[in-house]
């Protein structure tokens, strides 16, 4: 009879042992999983803004090199325009100038 109490003590010690509290435990994983999770949330928005930002500095640059472009060819088109008034200015004086 000693031996199925001394058991049965044994069995009970491990029992309630086994029954221990962990709400710290819990609470701790918790705030851990939310910390990560918030933490991935920070590191995606942190990506999507490197993302625009490149893409606007894209957009800034294709921007610049068109309006640089438009320029270069509008000062073109006017050299060549003013060119050509001159050389009519120029035959145009040549004309007056023969028939005096």
């Known amino acids: 009879m000693n ?5 049965l003590a044994a069995v009970a010690a491990l029992g309630i042992a086994g029954c ?5 435990t819990d609470a701790n994983n918790s ?9 991935a949330g920070s590191d995606v928005n942190g990506a999507v ?3 625009n930002a490149s893409a606007s ?5 294709t921007n610049n090199a068109l309006d640089a472009t438009g320029a270069t060819l509008s000062n073109a088109a ?7 008034a001159s050389g009519a200015d120029a035959a145009g004086n040549a ?3 023969a028939t005096r």
């Open 49 to 51: 803004t490197d993302a």
């Open 57 to 61: 500095n894209a957009t800034s640059a």
């Open 78 to 84: 006017s050299d060549a325009g003013n060119a050509a």
């Open 95 to 97: 004309v007056r100038n």
């Open 31 to 39: 705030v851990d999983v939310n910390a990560t999770a918030t933490e």
């Open 3 to 7: 031996k199925i109490a001394l058991t």
């Open 20 to 24: 221990k509290k962990t709400d710290s």
